[in-house]
């Protein structure tokens, strides 16, 4: 099973959608690892965003991510990282298709509702910055037989 990082952005909370984002992931299929409300700081967002330090947009990002906490949730599923990623949408939640994530609930680039892994490789380096090994859950949701077929475990 793959575990992907998924931060619900300070505009998930300041417009209450936490737990209709959680639930459409729930609902899914997808696994809750590990789930914990953090306070950003500069230097975790200078390593997050590094990518990005060139922009002209990287304090208005940076800004905008701590100016509430935010909720930092491991993700856990088969093909976890693409799932998320489809259910999610378009970064700019103008071009995200309706029945996603931000093509439901969003209308900008930044404020687009969730960050999300882009690679397995990514998933395993994001969730190593934000989640300590102690913070990450393994147990096996009673329904499983319900979610993938037996040849898919």
């Given at each position: 099973?793959?575990?992907?990082?998924?931060?619900?952005?300070?505009?998930?909370?300041?417009?209450?959608?936490?737990?209709?984002?959680?639930?459409?992931?729930?609902?899914?299929?997808?696994?809750?690892?590990?789930?914990?409300?953090?306070?950003?700081?500069?230097?975790?967002?200078?390593?997050?965003?590094?990518?990005?330090?060139?922009?002209?947009?990287?304090?208005?990002?940076?800004?905008?991510?701590?100016?509430?906490?935010?909720?930092?949730?491991?993700?856990?599923?088969?093909?976890?990282?693409?799932?998320?990623?489809?259910?999610?949408?378009?970064?700019?939640?103008?071009?995200?298709?309706?029945?996603?994530?931000?093509?439901?609930?969003?209308?900008?680039?930044?404020?687009?509702?969730?960050?999300?892994?882009?690679?397995?490789?990514?998933?395993?380096?994001?969730?190593?910055?934000?989640?300590?090994?102690?913070?990450?859950?393994d147990y096996t949701p009673s329904n499983?037989?319900?979610l993938y077929a037996l040849d898919e475990?």
């Amino acid at each position: 099973m793959e575990k992907t990082l998924v931060l619900l952005k300070p505009c998930t909370l300041q417009r209450g959608l936490v737990g209709e984002v959680i639930s459409r992931f729930e609902k899914r299929g997808l696994r809750l690892a590990g789930m914990k409300m953090m306070q950003l700081t500069d230097e975790i967002l200078n390593e997050h965003y590094a990518h990005l330090r060139e922009k002209p947009f990287f304090q208005i990002l940076k800004d905008s991510m701590m100016s509430t906490p935010v909720i930092a949730c491991c993700l856990e599923g088969i093909d976890a990282v693409n799932t998320v990623r489809a259910m999610s949408g378009a970064t700019n939640g103008r071009n995200a298709v309706p029945g996603t994530i931000r093509g439901d609930y969003c209308m900008s680039n930044q404020q687009n509702i969730v960050h999300t892994s882009d690679s397995l490789e990514n998933a395993a380096i994001e969730l190593a910055r934000f989640f300590k090994p102690e913070e990450l859950f393994d147990y096996t949701p009673s329904n499983l037989h319900y979610l993938y077929a037996l040849d898919e475990l």
